[in-house]
């Protein structure tokens, strides 16, 4: 059975994650810089001691640190004097950086056709009428067996459907337009945005997120993100793609006694913005159902109400740091956050909230039988790992040691919806052409034999009037020699 992973204290009193019930998912809230991104570190790199392998995104750029051995200083030693922890044994996790961008990490790609429409759809920012648009295009797509991989993919496939949408409306339902039109101004925007990037093949291959290294260690995926989170939507449509792929891929392997991968979504309030409740409703079905996968999923946030409630509801372990209660709201939301917890009588909970300090949380883990425990106020572990980001040159050296250095690297470009479509258009052009080439033979034809009928009936009517003016003159002449009609002298 895995040990139980120390989090944090409440004076005596140690405080576990314990691995069979990781996969019951988990929140880490708190307002900014009251220590939630050394709390995602500290699981994560705990975790991976366990031999589970963990996702994370970096969304400020520090979570590299991960990668190396951490060293003692002032703030750190304080802590483990203050916790009663024995000397702290540094060491890094063996770390995999991805970047959507491609460049600080290998390349994360997902073709158009895992993406799907309803994930699209969001990603376009469109409404249910264009929505269902994009469906029919993606219908149409597989009733004719062309591939959608990349953006250019999609974008030949609008245009194919928007020239030849009468032909559809029958059988799909009518496709408008300007609806077309709308879809097809987004994918612009969206390749401005740097989203083109995310779309092609090699696609991802998730086994490639579930590795161990040599000592049995789980990897950490780390996520580049800090670029790409200036274009949020295109973060949080990624996340969700992925995390639909490893509930869609992976099979049913019911409660092990760790988990199979352990996801952090940093930032999660972003995957609820502007989401339409047919995606909400996904996400859902996804957090409730994944933990049979053996898959964990841990949001990370500014306040649990960043969260919907049928979702905050499947998160069973919880870490909460300070929340600050400027206004009306705020202290309205420190009061949600107070109720989730199971009650302590000795804790004044909505209180403690607004008073904790840099690294101090309210935690409550689930039990041995899946029961939350009694909130308790407790000091985060300083991690093991190094706080803080590595050098470039760190990273490129881990980049290319990888064992999946050159898989993902190379862009391939196998034949799909736009090759298809361009060589259908040219052989219709082609067709077209040969033709329109018949036609003006044909055309020419006629207008030769034309030619040569007039010329025949002129030659004809000549040879008519010659003979008559022959007859006319040797009747004349015999007539005129018969009759003495010679010449007048």
């Known amino acids: 059975m ?28 708190g307002a900014t810089g009251t220590g939630k991104t050394v709390t995602l570190q500290v699981m994560a790199e705990a975790l991976s001691k366990q031999g589970v392998p963990v996702f994370t995104a970096d969304v400020k750029g520090d979570l590299s640190g991960i990668s190396q051995s951490g060293a003692s200083s002032p703030a750190v030693a304080g802590r483990a004097q203050q916790l009663g922890l024995p000397a702290l044994d540094f060491s890094g ?56 991989l990349d953006l250019p993919d999609l974008q030949a496939m609008l245009r194919f459907v928007g020239e030849n949408r009468k032909q559809f409306t029958t059988e799909y339902g009518n496709i408008s337009p300007a609806s077309v039109g709308a879809i097809q101004r987004g994918l612009l925007t969206l390749e401005e945005q740097g989203g083109e990037k995310l779309f092609g093949e090699p696609a991802l291959v998730l086994d490639d997120l579930m590795q161990t290294d040599r000592n049995g260690h789980g990897v950490v995926n780390v996520l580049v993100a800090d670029k790409i989170m200036q274009s949020p939507k ?3 449509t990624s996340l969700l793609w992925l995390l639909s792929e490893l509930f869609e891929q992976l099979p049913e392997v019911g409660d092990l006694e760790k988990p199979r991968l352990v996801f952090f979504f940093d930032e999660a309030h972003l995957l609820f913005v502007d989401a ?38 499947q998160l069973g372990n919880r870490v909460q740091h300070a929340l600050r209660a400027f206004t009306p709201r705020d202290r ?5 956050a107070a109720e989730t917890f199971r009650t302590n009588e000795d804790l004044d909970v909505e209180a403690a ?32 790992s190094q706080i803080g980001p590595i050098t470039p040159q760190q990273r490129q050296e881990i980049i290319r040691s990888s064992v999946i250095y050159g898989e993902y690297e190379r862009l391939e470009n196998r034949e799909s919806a736009y090759e298809m479509l361009k060589a259908r258009a040219a052989h219709m052009a082609r067709q077209q052409q040969e033709l329109a080439e018949q036609e003006q033979e044909a055309r020419e034809r006629r207008a030769r034999r034309q030619r040569q009928g007039i010329v025949e009936a002129m030659t004809r009517s000549a040879a008519r009037s010659i003979g008559a003016q022959i007859g006319q003159g040797i009747s004349r002449g015999l007539l005129g020699g018969l009759l003495g009609g010679g010449r007048r002298r």
Not at 10 to 19: A, H, M, T
Not at 293 to 311: A, H, N, R
Not at 332 to 336: D, G, I, N
Not at 355 to 381: H, K, N
């Open 93 to 148: 996790c063996p770390v995999t950086f991805w970047d959507i961008l491609g460049e600080q990490g290998h390349p994360i790609r997902a073709t158009v056709s895992e993406m799907g429409p309803l994930l699209l759809g969001r990603l376009l920012n469109l409404n249910e009428t264009q929505s269902g648009i994009l469906s029919i295009a993606f219908k149409i797509a597989d009733d004719n067996g062309l591939l959608l």
């Open 276 to 313: 339409p409740e047919a995606l909400q409703d996904k996400v859902e079905q996804v957090v409730r159902l994944i933990r049979s996968k053996g898959v964990g999923v841990y949001f990370v946030t500014q306040s649990p109400s960043d969260i919907p409630e049928i979702v905050l509801g």
């Open 353 to 384: 909230i607004t008073e904790l300090g840099v690294g101090e949380a309210l935690v409550s883990f689930l039990d041995i039988d899946g029961r939350p425990e009694i909130v308790q106020r407790a000091l985060v572990l300083p991690p093991r």
């Open 2 to 29: 895995a040990d139980p992973i120390l989090v944090a204290k409440s004076g005596s009193e140690d405080l576990f994650l314990l691995p069979r019930m990781a996969n019951r998912h988990g929140l880490i809230a």
């Open 332 to 336: 309205q939301t420190v009061r949600a």
């Open 234 to 236: 295109i973060y949080a």
